[in-house]
């Protein structure tokens, strides 16, 4: 258990996650790690099994410690579709079938992958009641220590409540090789705490929301790691790679310790998910949850710039005022890490943000500004002022070959 005490209204943090092992060869620490456990049940897509699935199977069912393995094709969506393949193959049925007994369950549910195959798995194991852990392949998001999970229900991206991994495992190694464009999203989905810690001051000093300091300073130092690390990203540097690991990972911890994923998602999660949510609606795969997130930071930064420059809010203008430096930092880093943007169109991106301000209960600038009959407008002037500060080309123009 990771705890701490607080000065916030709440006192004491805590969250059951017994291990977080970020090294060098970490794969092959896994059944030391889970050495308590006895029928694993190992949970992969095609490629992340390629990858790291493969050799933690072998290495489970040597120590005889694996149950079984179920391998989802890609890309596995964290999707109603998904959740039922691994909730129906978690058990495994006796032999000969006794009409008096239960289908077996695993003791522990591993899932080897980055989002999605977590955000599966970490659903399945707070529907059964069985602990979980991730060895993961990627930096690419924040929510490996999270207790939320965004899952696509029918036409709708919906944010449960679900379990937090006992054990994450990074093996520098095995994400020194993700592919590029997940390392990016990583990064996008970190650039982004600078608005949702923003925007959770706003709600807390205009609607009395809960906040603490202690957090929001912990997602905020994690956000500069990341930042700090970004531009040794492209080399593959391990060093920089270690770094933003164990900051996404931080940011996932707070977001446990709050109780929700109010310190690391605000105005840009809600208008970077419902992009995502408009491609399921036309049935498409949606693109990397970070890469969205990203871009969709940048239109809130816009949108906080603008209500600087011409509100009258005392309060709202000194918040902002405070996280300028950050948000020219961010803008920095943009002119020499181009992250790609998926949202080109002029009705489709204001149409994200309109949208957004209802993805999910939460008090944003969204909602600030619609209360005063002004979102309409910041979202179209958001748009030229993103694509003429910081469009260096299309997800598809970058990476012409990617496959999800």
């Known amino acids: 258990m990771i705890e701490m005490d607080c000065s916030c209204v709440q006192g004491h943090h805590s969250i059951p996650t017994e291990v977080i092992e970020i090294s060098e060869n970490a794969l092959q620490k896994v059944a030391g790690i889970l050495k308590d456990y006895h029928r694993i049940f190992l949970v992969a897509d095609e490629n992340t099994y390629a990858v790291a699935g493969q050799q933690v199977e072998a290495q489970l069912k040597e120590a005889g410690m694996l149950s079984h393995s179920l391998v989802l094709p890609s890309p596995a969506l964290p999707n109603a579709e998904n959740i ?151 080399s593959r540097n391990p060093e920089a790679i270690r770094r933003t690991s164990e900051g996404l990972i931080l940011s996932g911890e707070c977001i446990a310790f709050c109780g929700s994923s109010r310190p690391a998602s605000g105005t840009e999660h809600m208008v970077g998910q419902t992009w995502e949510v408009m491609d399921v609606e036309e049935g498409k795969v949606p693109n990397l949850h970070g890469i969205e997130v990203g871009e969709a930071t940048f239109a809130a930064i816009e949108i906080f710039r603008m209500l600087y420059e011409e509100t009258d809010d005392k309060v709202v203008r000194s918040l902002i005022e405070k996280y300028l430096p950050d948000f020219d930092r961010v803008e920095a880093l943009q002119k020499t890490l181009h992250l790609p943007f998926t949202v080109t169109d002029r009705d489709r991106f204001i149409e994200g943000v309109l949208r957004g301000r209802t993805f999910r209960v939460r008090y944003t600038i969204l909602q600030y500004l619609y209360d005063r009959g002004l979102l309409e407008r910041y979202a179209a002037e958001a748009y030229d002022r993103v694509m003429r500060k910081h469009f260096y080309g299309t997800f598809r123009e970058q990476f012409p070959d990617w496959e999800a």
């Not at 193959?89 to 008096?100: E, R, S, V």
């Not at 852990?133 to 944010?159: E, F, Q």
């Not at 020194?176 to 982004?192: E, F, K």
Request: glycine share 10%.
């Open 84 to 234: 039922g393949k691994v909730l129906i193959g978690a058990g495994i049925d006796t032999d000969p079938y006794d009409i008096n007994a239960f289908s077996l369950n695993p003791d522990y549910i591993l899932a080897v992958g980055s989002g999605s195959i977590n955000d599966t798995c970490r659903m399945v194991s707070y529907r059964l009641g069985i602990p979980y852990g991730i060895v993961g392949t990627a930096p690419s998001m924040d929510g490996y220590a999270s207790v939320v999970a965004p899952l696509l229900n029918g036409n709708r991206k919906i944010i449960y409540n679900c379990t937090i991994a006992r054990h994450i495992i990074i093996d520098i190694g095995v994400n020194t090789q993700a592919p590029y464009p997940l390392l990016l999203a990583g990064i996008g989905d970190m650039i982004a705490k600078y608005v949702a810690i923003l925007d959770w001051e706003i709600s807390r000093d205009l609607t009395g929301e809960y906040y603490c300091d202690n957090i929001a300073h912990m997602v905020l130092e994690a956000t500069g790691k990341c930042i700090d690390a970004a531009s040794d990203l492209k």
